[in-house]
């Protein structure tokens, strides 16, 4: 029976070729022996209890999935076998094998010669090859020289047993008590008693006049007239084939008698009797106008107009595709709609929509830009993703411009420090002729699989005679996200660099290390070079306080102090300080303070 081997994980490491596009074969170099009987597993490198490592083997694939490997030591050591691994020319362990009972002991004075069949569960027996000695004992079949064990059954169907003098004979005695086919019966013992073995009776031995014989060809019929009323033949059987009187003619005669289907009723005697003998009318011979004939494609319409309504079609049917007036809007170009906008959903509805530009940059970066508004509060705001990196600006019910869920600008914050020019050239812009409701869907102008250039905005001129643009793009070298201000010709540009930052007209607004973060009471300021400025609350009890941003060292500065309406003197300190936080205590009635730290 063979042996279902455990595959070691280092082992299974060697079987893939050196470019991982395949297996390379594994040579098997040495045979580990052990005495240690237990369950083995793919995370073993070494036997449990090895006694000798053998280099006198021999193997070979007997089937795509298992391997018979033959062991040989003509030492004198002594030693009984529980375990062995398979070891390659690298000293790997390939795989192992162990059972509590031995599988064979050796004595001094001889010579263990061990051949055991392993089963390679999940690997490619070809995978493997074995040292250059050639003494393997496979066992044998069909098709591969080797040990064969004997057998002395006569009914078993196995091709790789071999049959004893024993189950010969069994064979021939079993064979001489049979009926040879070519014999006919003759070499039955007793014919009568076969027959009366069989049922039959005395009639089966007598010639029986009751059957016609074939060899007679019906001349041994009682009577011929009464056979062939039988069959249902008529008096037509018995007569001769011909023209002449008496006679029946042929096929080939009969044929003028009657139209042939390949002459398709041209060669009826009389076309006009042959359709007043179908009952047809004069109008079976004049064309049909009532139908439209394929030919004709649809030309043959009585009203083309009637036929789209009834066909459901509405006016875009009769529209072209294009860009221009009049033309139905095409997908990935430029769209030109002026006097118009752009509305996904409405304000009737909560539903989510959004309308967004997306760009694959020549660096290989991908950039989306996306307008939207809040599914909860309808807020507005716009999404800028960077290779998979998400930030959000929106401005919430109060006007203030918050980025990432950080206050960014209060409503009463100018931003008057940001003016300069943009040094961003514009491409196509989408132009609005007429309102387009997409109700469930969203707009995307470009993909982020290619870099062909798109933006989508809106334009208006203002009552007062100002022009006015906002347009979402991508950058062209490295898709980044940006959105176009417009006003009066001075363009101003809101863009999520790589490193997270967002920029106004190219000055850092939003820093992802460096930038103001604001939460009411507690919250932190930080500044290009890393100087930061924090505030909380403080209380009484010597709570402990978590700075929002660690410092990286110490801070140079901390103050704690009451929170207090009167002229009463009131005194606030601190204890424990660190990068990350102190504790705190407040001597008011109340116990509630404020404390503010600045460092780096």
Known sequence: MALKITITDAGRAEVPNADNTGTAPVKITHVALGDAGYTTGPEQTALQSEVKRISSIAGE???????SVTVKDEGSDTYTVREFGLITEHGTLFAVYSQADPIIEKASPSTLLLTIDVILADIDATSLTFGDISFSNPPASTTVAGVVRLSSSVTSTAQNLAATPNAVKQANDNANTRLAKSANLSDLDNAITARSNLGLGSAATQPDTRYAHRASNLSDLSNAATARANLGLGTAATVNTGTTSGNVPTTSQADARYAQRSQNLSDLDNAITARSNLGLG???????????HRASNLSDLSNAATARNNLGLGEAATRNVGNAIGQLLEALSVIRLPDCSIRLGDMKSNSYRDMGVERKGSNGSEGRTTLSCDASTGAPQIQMVLNGVDRLLRMNTAGDLLWSGNLLLHEDNTGSAVNK????????????ISNIVLSNSSLTVGSATNTTYRDVGAQRMGSNGNFGKAALACDSSDGRPFVLFNHGGDARLLRRETNGHLTWDGRTIWDTGSVAFVNQSTGRISFPGG???????????????TFPLAFSSTPYFVAVTPNVASSTSRAGHFSD???TGMRTWVDTTSGAGMWLAMGV
């Open 61 to 67: 694939a007997v089937s795509p999935d298992t391997i």
């Open 531 to 545: 100087f930061k400025i924090q505030w909380g609350p403080a209380t009484a009890t010597g709570a402990t306080v």
């Open 421 to 432: 020019d943009a040094g961003q050239a514009i491409g196509q812009v989408l132009e609005v």
């Open 577 to 579: 300080l660190t990068t």
């Open 282 to 292: 004069s109008a079976a011979t004049q064309p049909d106008t009532r139908y439209a």
